[in-house]
């Protein structure tokens, strides 16, 4: 199976996992530096390096369980794979870490305005969202497969109602501990990377 995955997308899978296995070994210190923290979080941390501009992509390599880790990979080999052929190496990581980076922001900016106790974002679904914004780009018709509960549905109209329930559950904050915004950040970061490679607005037309 390993043979038929693209080199990035491989080793964006081998690296999260192996970023899993070294939390086992340093515990909360990655959490700590690498983690994304709320800007101006150091003094609650007491001394800890709390935000720190690499968060912005560190933070994608650390899960918060088993099961975090493996819906994000198995959602990186569904979809990370034929968009790597697609567009290339460079193009693909371009496209991931641009998505990483948005949600990033977007989570910064949320947070900054609800206030609250600090607390730190983790896992790669910022990414993730961006990769399958761009599958249902570039892929509309193909069928997607839920797995709770199994319905098909063409890629576009997964995605639309994805986004839809991401947008609904951050409003309406019903399921807490999950970065909403962040996902949709990705997704957003995505469609403005590939509306900037097709020179569509809001970038100048080619």
Same mark, same amino acid.
């Given at each position: 199976?390993?043979?038929?995955?693209?080199?990035?997308?491989?080793?964006?899978?081998?690296?999260?996992?192996?970023?899993?296995?070294? *939390?086992? +070994? %340093? /515990?909360?210190?990655?959490? !700590? $530096? #690498?983690?994304?923290?709320? @800007?101006? &979080?150091? =003094?609650?941390?007491?001394?800890?390096?709390?935000?720190?501009?690499?968060?912005?992509?560190?933070?994608?390599?650390?899960?918060?369980?088993?099961?975090?880790?493996?819906?994000?990979?198995?959602?990186?080999?569904?979809?990370?794979?034929?968009? *790597?052929? +697609? %567009? /290339?190496?460079?193009?693909? !990581? $371009? #496209?991931?870490?641009?998505? @990483?980076? &948005?949600? =990033?922001?977007?989570?910064?900016?949320?947070?900054?305005?609800?206030?609250?106790?600090?607390?730190?974002?983790?896992?790669?679904?910022?990414?993730?969202?961006?990769?399958?914004?761009?599958?249902?780009?570039?892929?509309?018709?193909?069928?997607?497969?839920? +797995?709770?509960?199994?319905?098909?549905?063409?890629?576009?109209?997964?995605?639309?109602?994805?986004?839809?329930?991401?947008?609904?559950?951050?409003?309406?904050?019903?399921?807490?501990?999950?970065?909403?915004?962040?996902?949709?950040?990705?997704?957003?970061?995505?469609?403005?990377?590939?509306?900037?490679?097709?020179?569509?607005?809001?970038?100048?037309?080619?």
């Amino acid at each position: 199976m390993f043979y038929s995955i693209p080199p990035i997308t491989l080793a964006l899978i081998v690296g999260n996992t192996m970023m899993f296995l070294s *939390e086992f +070994l %340093f /515990g909360n210190v990655l959490a !700590l $530096n #690498l983690a994304l923290w709320p @800007v101006g &979080t150091t =003094a609650a941390l007491g001394g800890y390096p709390g935000f720190q501009p690499w968060q912005l992509i560190t933070y994608s390599f650390l899960h918060a369980n088993v099961v975090h880790l493996f819906f994000n990979m198995f959602a990186l080999y569904m979809f990370g794979g034929e968009l *790597e052929r +697609l %567009f /290339g190496q460079k193009r693909f !990581l $371009n #496209l991931y870490f641009v998505s @990483v980076i &948005t949600a =990033a922001i977007t989570q910064l900016v949320v947070s900054s305005a609800s206030g609250g106790e600090p607390y730190p974002t983790v896992g790669a679904s910022g990414g993730i969202f961006g990769l399958l914004l761009a599958y249902g780009m570039y892929f509309p018709n193909r069928t997607i497969v839920l +797995l709770i509960p199994p319905i098909p549905l063409p890629a576009r109209l997964f995605v639309i109602l994805y986004g839809t329930l991401e947008l609904y559950l951050g409003v309406t904050g019903t399921q807490e501990g999950v970065a909403h915004f962040a996902h949709l950040g990705g997704m957003l970061g995505a469609w403005l990377l590939i509306q900037y490679w097709r020179g569509r607005p809001p970038f100048r037309m080619r």
